[in-house]
């Protein structure tokens, strides 16, 4: 089914070579309590999930989750970052990290605003 739109992207912008990131953070017992998931396609690594819970919260691990993620984008040559976040989340802790607003969208959901935000890394 989406062979063709795949076939004609290749055909238009070459392959993607789309690769999953995926940062975890673990508990002692092994379980994932939260992390960075992310993927790298057409020389962008797209941050699709930063969670951690609450109690994790304040301690710079977001700050590291985002500094490794930043790392495997250089080692990978990508161009850049971007992620999304909503009005109610966490622009504020994207821009300290030097992530710039290239988009917004309002009434998403309605009464709130979805914020597109990316950060280079070549010149």
Not at 32 to 47: P, Q
Not at 93 to 110: C, I, Q, R, S
Request: one cysteine or more; charged letters at 20%; aromatic letters at 12%.
């Amino acid at each position: 089914m989406l062979a063709p739109l795949r076939a004609y992207n290749i055909a238009q912008a070459g392959d993607p070579h789309i690769r999953p990131v995926a940062i975890l953070v673990k508990a002692e017992n092994g379980t994932t309590e939260g992390g960075l998931w992310g993927r790298i396609g057409y020389d962008w690594l797209f941050i699709e999930l930063l969670g951690l819970p609450e109690a994790l919260r304040g301690q710079g691990l977001g700050r590291n989750l985002m500094e490794r993620a930043e790392a495997i984008a250089r080692d990978a040559g990508c161009a850049g970052i971007w992620l999304d976040t909503y009005e109610f989340q966490a622009r504020g802790f994207y821009e300290k990290l030097g992530y710039t607003l290239f988009g917004a969208m309002p009434d998403h959901p309605v009464g709130q605003k979805r914020f597109f935000l990316m950060k280079r890394l070549l010149p």
